[in-house]
């Protein structure tokens, strides 16, 4: 084999190596995601976060 | 107090589009390589080294195509405060990443070949690494901040200022005399690249589209899970929440502030 051919080889072996990984990846990362899990429709990026009241006060009364 | 919803149809239709893309994908590919590597000829200067040209300008046409998708999907996230957006945002700011570090390093091993050098301190090549950078920030500013979508519309800002950087890129053979060649894919007359080198180039950046597609229809949903899961920003308020503490406690709260 040519030293040209090894140039070759290396770049689409790289170039292989990197975007399969991607998809590996991805893939693997979709199948232990739930699309039906439960979304929580009072979470919006318009509003603010709840403040939690300290127990405290109540134990006060 | 809280409801639950299915997932926007948009999260679900990448979901089912996802190993659709996939195989047309995988297909394409195949039959890009196979025009790249064995019917495409030899190039009478460069010799079979030319073969590189297919994955490394593929490459770094959808580093360049990734951020202008980033710099949309910004403009989602800053004007509409879309969580899918910055769902998208996400899963494109890591295809771009890797395409731009794919685009460095099969050109450097072409350069290797052709140069005789791994690098060189070239405008093209340092513009295409500053690009990298850019990916990272836009990457790094969402796990930096404490919260995520405020990371995701800083990144947002990040994407649309970087796209000066893009005619940077695009024009620096011209502008700075430089050991990388001009464009020939799209020039006019004798330098323009021939047809038999064309349509294989074509072909392989058709897949590497398809490949975008396929990541991101893989990573949004993923990517979208995860803002609903976490705390996010807060903003003035558009819509009034109901409360949650008793009117009590809430009063008690007041007197303690």
Not at chain 2, 17 to 42: D, H, K, M
Not at chain 2, 194 to 204: C, G
Request: charged share 10%; glycine share 6%.
């Amino acid at each position: 084999m040519s030293q040209e051919w090894a140039f070759v080889l290396a770049a689409w072996l790289v170039s292989a190596g990197v975007l399969g990984g991607q998809l590996i990846v991805a893939w693997h990362t979709r199948k232990t995601t739930d699309p039906h899990q439960p979304t929580d429709t009072h979470q919006t990026t318009n509003q603010k976060p709840q403040k939690k009241h300290p127990e405290a006060p109540a134990a006060k009364r | 107090m809280s409801e639950t919803l299915p997932p926007p149809k948009l999260v679900l239709l990448s979901l089912r589009l996802a190993p659709w893309l996939l195989a047309a994908t995988l297909a394409l590919g195949g039959v890009a390589s196979l025009a790249s590597l064995l019917f495409s000829p030899a190039d009478w200067r460069q010799g079979e080294t030319v073969r590189i040209l297919y994955v490394h300008v593929s490459a770094a046409w959808m580093s360049l195509f990734c951020w202008l998708v980033l710099a949309g999907a910004g403009v989602a996230v800053l004007w509409r405060r879309c969580i899918f957006s910055a769902a998208v945002f996400e899963a494109t700011a890591w295809a771009g990443f890797w395409f731009t570090a794919l685009a460095l390093i099969t050109g450097s091993i072409w350069g290797r070949a052709i140069w005789g050098l791994w690098w060189a301190w070239d405008a093209r090549l340092v513009s295409e690494l500053i690009l990298l950078f850019l990916y990272l920030g836009a990457l790094s500013l969402p796990a930096a901040l404490e919260n995520r979508f405020a990371g995701i519309r800083a990144a947002s800002i990040l994407a649309l200022v970087g796209l000066v950087h893009l005619p940077i890129i695009k024009f620096s053979v011209v502008w700075w005399i430089s050991l990388h060649q001009t464009s020939s894919v799209f020039a006019r007359g004798e330098s323009r690249l021939p047809n038999e080198f064309f349509a294989p180039l074509l072909l392989m950046a058709l897949t590497y589209l398809l490949l975008y597609g396929t990541l991101v229809c893989l990573r949004t949903p993923v990517a979208y899970q995860r803002f609903l899961a976490t705390p996010l920003v807060a903003l003035p308020s558009a819509t009034a929440l109901p409360p949650v503490a008793p009117p009590s406690a809430a009063a008690d709260d007041g007197d303690n502030s």
